[in-house]
């Protein structure tokens, strides 16, 4: 099934715009995968413990062929390639890789929930899929099918 996956990405330790630059390639380079619109590079504060330095935040729509897990592990490559190692939960990372939202699939798995639990907590994810909407309603007015539904939660 082809659908829609939008994929946050997220940095605060490191060069975080060469993380997201090079994490923009790699899911641009999956297969079954293609970046239909790329969200602004935005700066945001941490979410979780204290000394965290801030975020640069970003969110893709790709149009992919992988099954939700598949493209899961393929994010989760992508985030060791760049240095990320499992600890504290909400803790500093080179690179954070979230399926935020498919357009035809939600999925329940005790590994991978979609839509992300933490959507309708998270403002900056909800304007990233808001300027998504914009773009790609742009591409679609000329001839692409489908719509970018609106994030659970949102007003």
């Known amino acids: 099934m082809i659908d ?5 990405l997220g940095s605060n330790l490191g060069d975080r715009a060469g993380h997201l630059s090079r994490a923009r390639a790699a899911i641009a380079a999956l297969p079954g995968c293609v970046v239909l619109a790329e969200s602004d590079v935005t700066e945001t504060a941490p979410i979780g413990p204290p000394g ?9 729509a790709v149009e992919t062929s992988l099954a939700p ?6 994010l989760q490559e992508i985030e060791r390639a760049e240095g990320r190692v499992r600890g504290e939960r909400w ?8 399926i935020v939202l498919l357009e035809r699939q939600t999925v329940s798995a005790p590994d991978l929930t ?10 900056f994810w909800r304007d990233e899929l808001a ?12 001839g692409a099918a489908g719509t970018v539904p609106d994030a659970p939660g949102a007003p």
Do not use: F, K, S, W
Not at 4 to 8: F, K, S
Not at 69 to 74: I, K, Q, R
Not at 133 to 141: E, K, V, W
């Open 4 to 8: 829609v996956a939008y994929i946050a």
């Open 52 to 60: 965290q330095g801030a975020y640069l935040n970003q969110m893709l």
């Open 69 to 74: 897990h598949a493209l899961l592990a393929h």
């Open 91 to 98: 803790g500093a990372r080179t690179l954070d890789l979230d």
């Open 114 to 123: 979609v839509p992300h639990p933490e959507l309708a907590r998270r403002q």
């Open 131 to 142: 300027q998504l909407r914009d773009r790609l309603g742009a591409a679609r007015a000329r």
